[in-house]
């Protein structure tokens, strides 16, 4: 069958349109079921020791403090909060059960925000949980803190970097932090030569 110049018509914007769905069908999958789990054993680099505060302080469940955390690079932001159950990475002090996360989105890396008002966060973030969430305002991203800080909802496929947390004296410190610390380290393990990294 000989082809027609009036047969492009249809054919290029045909093209054009399946081109698009199939693109659009592969990312709405990859968006929606292919994000990565949390890690039950997080690989800590130990930093800087920064007192949290006074394990008072957070004097209720979903509790929070913001914080910025030293690094070589810089400062990070950060968020600890008090949680109603232990997930994993997290620190528990009697009874009471802490976690923190770099506040950094590893979509793209705006800030993140913990959410409390959910009907706002719905509105504004276009997700709805039952629980506080972090949310990525910036393509509206949305982490599970009760998931160890999964991703669930938006770009985001890794997890937030989470913290080392340590309590001493009624007062929780933050000791390091989980690597690749994402997305400021690269997602490739570095390279090491004679002990020390190329």
């Given at each position: 069958m000989k082809l027609k110049r009036r047969d492009l018509v249809w054919i290029v914007p045909s093209g054009i349109a399946a081109t698009f769905f199939g693109w659009f069908g592969w990312r709405t999958v990859k968006i929606q079921f292919l994000k990565t789990q949390v890690s039950r054993e997080p690989h800590w680099q130990r930093a800087e020791r920064v007192k949290v505060g006074v394990v008072d302080e957070f004097d209720q469940p979903w509790s929070f403090r913001y914080l910025d955390y030293p690094l070589k690079r810089g400062?990070?932001?950060?968020?600890?909060?008090r949680l109603p159950q232990p997930v994993p990475g997290g620190?528990?002090?009697?009874?009471?059960?802490?976690?923190?996360?770099?506040?950094?989105?590893?979509?793209?890396?705006?800030?993140?925000?913990?959410?409390?008002?959910?009907?706002?966060?719905?509105?504004?973030?276009?997700?709805?949980?039952?629980?506080?969430?972090?949310?990525?305002?910036?393509?509206?991203?949305?982490?599970?803190?009760?998931?160890?800080?999964?991703?669930?909802?938006?770009?985001?496929?890794?997890?937030?970097?989470?913290?080392?947390?340590?309590?001493?004296?009624?007062?929780?410190?933050?000791?390091?932090?989980e690597t690749p610390l994402r997305p400021i380290e690269s997602y490739r393990p570095l390279k090491t030569v004679g002990g020390k990294r190329a």
């Open positions: 400062r990070l932001p950060v968020v600890v909060l620190l528990s002090v009697n009874g009471m059960h802490y976690a923190g996360w770099s506040r950094i989105c590893t979509h793209q890396g705006c800030t993140i925000d913990y959410v409390r008002n959910l009907e706002a966060g719905a509105i504004l973030y276009n997700y709805r949980a039952d629980h506080p969430f972090f949310g990525c305002r910036c393509h509206f991203g949305a982490f599970d803190p009760l998931e160890a800080g999964k991703a669930v909802f938006g770009p985001p496929r890794f997890p937030l970097p989470r913290l080392l947390l340590e309590g001493e004296n009624g007062e929780l410190y933050i000791a390091g932090y």
